[in-house]
């Protein structure tokens, strides 16, 4: 188990994403699952934030709240895109979680391994262009400075 605390402020937001299937550090641990628990006190929809959902496979989307002691169990794979849009929190409120992702150890890689996968929706072409090189920029960084993903966990 791995996990990392995150915290979001006004007008911030996450493009929708593939995380990355495996562990940094531990290269035959195979993510799963992600447990997302949310902090949001006094959370209210308007605020926006909601988790976003879309199974890849189906075309299947879904948008989930996330208030105060809410919590997310999400299966990891190639199809399942998450992310959320533009918060809109007054000063000083946050969108708030704790995340904590379940492994499992293999013996032989089931599918390639890949860096997280980032699906931007609001049709910038530079941010397309900047998620098509993500992947071999991220595995030439680590080769020569380490993932940064692994020194937060």
């Known amino acids: 188990m791995a996990g990392e605390y995150t915290r979001g402020k006004k007008n911030s937001f996450l493009d929708m994403h593939i995380d990355f299937n495996y562990h940094p550090l531990h290269k035959m641990w195979y993510r799963h699952l992600n447990l997302l628990l949310y902090l949001n006190k006094d959370w209210k929809k308007e605020y926006g934030g909601q988790l976003k959902l879309?199974?890849?496979?189906?075309?299947e989307q879904n948008a989930i709240e996330v208030p105060f002691n809410r919590m997310i169990i999400q299966l990891t794979g190639k199809h399942t895109l998450h992310g959320y849009d533009l918060t809109h929190f007054p000063d000083g409120m946050y969108r708030t979680s704790i995340a904590a992702y379940a492994y499992s150890i293999h013996q032989h890689h089931i599918e390639k391994p890949r860096t997280t996968d980032w699906r931007p929706e609001d049709g910038n072409p530079v941010k397309k262009i900047l998620a098509s090189?993500?992947?071999?920029a991220v595995k030439i960084k680590n080769k020569f400075f380490g993932s940064s993903t692994a020194k937060n966990q």
């Open 133 to 136: 090189i993500y992947d071999p």
């Open 54 to 59: 879309k199974d890849l496979r189906t075309g």
